[in-house]
């Protein structure tokens, strides 16, 4: 029976030559717990060898689970990977092929045996395909393919090729780079692959940003890659910023290899891949000629008027008329003292209603009004500022007069009767006469969106429950100044220095700064609350609190112990700051109440009519 499975199919894919839907056989597996979810890895057979560096992909992992896929069974590798990597036992490399998408020819079960006498495959070592007379005792469990044998290689055959099944690859022209790579998909990448290359367009392109941490200073931008696959990150780092950045275009196609594959980080990252690139010294960008083959920048468009339902923070495309457009001007940041440019617009669009859309940095400073343009923007942040309002934020596509039909529906109603309508604007919570509601958020969204990544902090309300609080720094000494609250130095001889006002004093006042466990039905998250919130969630002033912690740890502990598990609704203030190089997202409770019941109920009401619509 060996003749039924693809003998020398085992030498091909270590050796990394092209094999075609080779069937093999399983005549191992085990299941290696840990990580997110099981990995199953198998030994596979084709009758003379076997190797035992295969792993089931995860979204397989049911016909497993199921018993589908069991000893014995005989399967044909329809999609498949094959990848090198290290082998830091052996002080060598190995190769790893991944089980993408299989189809089962016969159980295990009705198999009942190994097929031929396989032995373990040694690399060097060139398969010997014995000569053996089919068993006809048992039956063909591949009458559905050609039963004619498929011999192994040439041993004179060239070994450069790549390690892909051919069903994971597009056949690809030469580049004008000269390279003739097989074009691989983008949703195949993952970081354990040496040779790739992907034909992919631009779908969003990043301006160029700075940074400073203790290592130093630099720039960056980000591109999105977009294939009929998927879609995946890429960043930019100061010399990739003048070698790539104004190569790449948004809607050009481009053959791009050679970059650094790593897990996403799903904060700065909206897109849908478990993994991002990193242009190196090594990466390789070449232009492509756009044969139709790829998907361009696809839009879901709200309607202005529909904004109002939209939760903010969150993000959505718009196109509309710029009827409006403020002039350039520079802001400066509270809490870094840095300056921004900005540019407000008013859009509007067939819904007869207005919106303030504000560009940042090289689009507000470049941005052309002359002549009212319709503008596309692809996730544009929701604000509840004024109502509602938008942001364009560095990691949105922006697109003025597109040639798409709904940019075209617009210019020619704007020409013919728009520019001479009144329009409604967003007011308050809500737009004037219609619907609208304080900026409710849970948990979950809070921890898993895009809260926190503008230059702006990010303002919205929460009903909670205190499940814990960090007690050992909840106070500190401060000045006792009416208007300095910096913190005191301990002198050693009962006098405490303010650096601020630089002066000593016999007495300190108590600040409180208390960290809180939030929770809801959905989530939980850590938040701040300085000296009027902290007293009001505590039910204590700073200096009853200070006076415990110095004289009755009974009462201290009872202080927390009653605080715990309350319930109240608050207003936070999130932001992303670094510490360390690493990015963390902060909130600060700004204003916090007990629970009023109807109130929140009322929301209850319209969130669950909304859903109903």
């Given amino acids: 029976m060996s003749m039924d499975l693809t003998c020398g199919a085992i030498e091909q894919l270590m050796t990394g030559h092209d094999v075609t839907s080779p069937i093999l056989q399983i005549v191992g597996q085990r299941k290696i ?22 792993m089931l992909a995860t979204h397989l992992n049911h016909l497993i689970e199921n018993g589908e896929l069991d000893n014995y069974a005989v399967i044909k ?9 290290q082998n830091e036992k052996a002080g060598g490399q190995r190769r790893v092929v991944i089980l993408q ?14 097929i031929g006498n396989p032995v373990a495959f040694k690399s060097g070592q060139p398969s010997v395909v014995p000569e053996q007379k089919p ?16 011999p192994a290689p040439p041993a004179n055959m060239n070994r450069g090729g790549n390690f892909y099944g051919n069903n994971a690859l597009q056949k690809s022209p030469q580049t004008p780079g000269g390279t003739s790579m097989r074009v691989h998909p983008i949703d195949s990448l993952t970081p354990y692959q040496n040779r790739w290359q992907i034909r992919a367009r631009v779908s969003q392109k990043s301006g160029i940003r700075t940074w400073s941490n203790s290592r130093g200073e630099g720039r960056l931008f980000s591109v999105n890659f977009v294939d009929e696959s998927g879609e995946i990150r890429a960043t930019g780092f100061n010399d990739a910023v003048d070698k790539f950045y104004e190569l790449l275009e948004v809607g050009k196609i481009y053959y791009v290899s050679k970059g650094t594959l790593k897990t996403a980080n799903k904060q700065y990252s909206s897109v849908n891949n478990d993994y991002e690139m990193t242009f190196n010294n090594e990466t390789t960008i070449v232009p492509s000629d756009d044969d139709g083959s790829l998907p361009t920048v696809k839009f879901d468009f709200c309607p202005i008027q529909n904004l109002g339902n939209v939760a903010a923070n969150t993000t959505v495309d718009v ?16 809490s870094t003292n840095k300056e921004f440019t900005k540019r407000d617009l008013t859009i509007v669009d067939q819904s007869k209603v207005a919106v303030s859309l504000t560009l940042w940095g090289s689009d507000a400073e470049k941005f052309d ?3 009212c343009p319709v503008l596309a923007v692809k996730g544009c942040k929701v604000s509840d500022y004024g109502g509602r309002s938008l942001s364009v934020l560095s990691s949105c596509t922006m697109m003025t007069n597109p040639d798409i039909r709904e940019a075209h529906l617009l210019r020619g109603w704007y020409d013919n009767e728009g520019q001479n309508e009144e329009f409604e604007k967003f007011q308050g919570d809500a737009r004037s006469g219609g619907a609208g509601g304080t900026n409710w958020m849970l948990l979950r969204d809070v921890k898993g969106g895009n809260i926190g990544l ?13 499940a814990g609080f960090r007690k050992d720094n909840c106070l500190y000494k401060a000045c006792p100044n009416k208007d300095c609250n910096k913190k005191v130095v301990d002198q050693g001889n009962a006098m405490f220095r303010c650096e601020k006002c630089n002066e000593e004093f016999g007495a300190f006042k108590w600040r409180m700064i208390l960290s809180a466990n939030v929770q809801d039905c959905t989530d939980d998250h850590w938040v701040t609350f300085f000296q009027e919130t902290a007293e009001a969630v505590l039910g204590i002033s700073a200096e009853q609190l200070g006076a415990f912690k110095t004289e009755d740890d009974t009462a201290f502990e009872n202080v927390f112990q009653q605080a715990v598990w309350s319930q109240w609704t608050m207003k936070v203030r999130s932001k992303v700051e670094k510490y360390n190089d690493e990015s963390r997202l902060k909130s600060i409770c700004v204003n916090v ?5 109807q109130t929140y109920n009322q929301h209850l009401i319209d969130e669950i009519e909304k859903m109903a619509v």
């Fill in 369 to 371: 009004a002359t002549g």
């Fill in 135 to 150: 068993d006809l005792t048992k039956p063909d469990f591949a009458s559905n393919r050609d039963p004619a044998p498929k």
């Fill in 593 to 597: 109440n007990p629970v009023e019941y």
């Fill in 33 to 54: 717990p840990g990580g997110p979810s099981d990995r199953y890895r198998l030994v596979l057979s084709d009758g003379v060898n076997f190797q035992s560096s295969a």
């Fill in 454 to 466: 503008g230059e702006k902090p990010d303002y919205f309300n929460i009903k909670g429950l205190l």
């Fill in 101 to 114: 998408d299989i189809a089962i020819l016969a159980r295990g079960c009705d198999v009942g045996d190994k």
């Fill in 77 to 85: 590798l329809e999609k498949f990977l094959c990848n090198t990597i």
């Fill in 319 to 334: 196109i509309g008329v710029v009827k409006q457009a403020g002039d350039a001007t520079t802001i400066t940041s509270r």
